[in-house]
């Protein structure tokens, strides 16, 4: 635990894998979780493809594209890796947000070890109420923070009921009124998020599954905007 908390502070991950089975967000390749959020759809899938990032690290790719109104609004290829001790690292993103079907953003996009970026945690190994963590670092453009609150919630989606949830608040240094609650369920992964200053969203998981694959080669490969379409309705 003592070595799990240095690399923490230093923010180096050491020995990392692709396979990621941390109990709170397991990272099986072929996973999907579908989320809503008003009339927003979100389809994150663990691909099979892997990235080797400036930073030494070679990272599973998660691809994460939101839909509104039938057109890609935001799609971003996301890199993690776990260490030895089974902390969740986050190492970058990729992202574009669109309009119309025209590229208008590419901010937040980063990678560890390229202009001073540097990874961050997404989940501990041991997670205890309590512990704070940096989740990413790219100066003046992603500075994401967390805490856990509790490893004892409840919480209730579309696709299920939960018991022995973490919780954690989470935080932007670069959007200092900005505050998110997230709740992250055993063997599930992220179930339910809940932004309560800076906005009122409220993103639930819909449905869980294991993706064709046909749909997993093409949420590793397509470009952004292209990334496959939501489905809708549940599954368990």
Do not use: C
């Not at 691809?63 to 690292?89: C, L, M, N, P, S």
């Not at 959007?175 to 998020?193: I, T």
């Amino acid at each position: 635990m003592i070595a799990e908390m240095l690399t923490a502070l230093a923010l180096v991950p050491g020995p990392t894998s692709t396979r990621i089975d941390n109990r709170y967000w397991p990272m099986a390749p072929g996973t999907r979780w579908t989320y809503r959020a008003g009339a927003e759809r979100d389809a994150v899938t663990v691909t099979r493809a892997t990235k080797r990032l400036a930073d030494g690290v070679t990272a599973r790719v998660v691809r994460d594209t939101a839909v509104k109104g039938g057109e890609v609004v935001e799609d971003t290829f996301d890199f993690y890796a776990q260490d030895r001790h089974g902390t969740i690292w986050y190492l970058g993103e990729d992202t574009a947000e669109f309009e119309h079907g025209r590229l208008t953003s590419r901010e937040g996009s980063f990678e560890a070890g390229v202009d001073g970026a540097l990874p961050g945690i997404v989940m501990p190994a041991h997670p205890r109420a309590g512990m704070r963590y940096r989740q990413e670092f790219y100066r003046g453009h992603a500075e994401d923070r967390a805490a856990i609150l509790s490893t004892r919630e409840m919480a209730e989606t579309p696709f299920g009921s939960f018991e022995n949830v973490l919780l954690t608040k989470e935080t932007n240094r670069l959007e200092p009124d900005v505050l998110e609650y997230k709740l992250y369920a055993p063997r599930v992964g992220p179930v339910l998020s809940l932004t309560v200053s800076g906005g009122s969203e409220r993103e639930e998981l819909v449905r869980m599954d294991k993706a064709s694959a046909a749909w997993v080669r093409r949420a590793g490969t397509a470009p952004l905007g292209q990334g496959p379409i939501p489905p809708a309705g549940r599954s368990r």
